[in-house]
């Protein structure tokens, strides 16, 4: 097995077809959606428990890494005053950036938004889309 150096990283990594294997917004491989879920689970129960600790004004994350992926965002995004999002490579900054601005045919992660808000708030039906705008 070939083993990839950050040059070719840089230029063969491609940020859709990874977000399409493994971030889909349609129905995917059972094991990876079980996977994603439960890592989201984990996340918000971790936010929950413990976001008493800091004080929201002031507090800022710091999410090194991230890769063009930003589900990992979708409940600390109501416990911090800001987010900094690095991102090794431009492609993946790129890719998150177009969803920000949200360009047609930046990936959709909308079904997560309804994942994490719905299943663990309560809240009203549209209220992932206020979770979605506040990251963004």
Known sequence: EDILWMA???????CKKYLQEFYSTTAGNEDE???LQF???????FYMKYHNEWEKSTATLLEFGGGPVI???ISAVAFV???TFAAYTEDERREVQLWKDIVDGAHDWSPF??????KHEQAGEDAWKERE???R
Do not use: A, G, P
């Not at 070719?8 to 491609?14: A, I, K």
């Not at 938004?113 to 719905?118: D, E, I, L």
């Open 8 to 14: 070719d990283y840089n230029s063969d990594f491609n």
């Open 33 to 35: 959606d079980v996977s």
């Open 39 to 45: 890592s989201l689970d984990c996340l918000h129960e």
């Open 71 to 73: 589900c990992n965002l």
């Open 81 to 83: 005053k800001e987010i």
């Open 113 to 118: 938004f309804q994942y994490v808000v719905n």
């Open 133 to 135: 705008k506040l990251l």
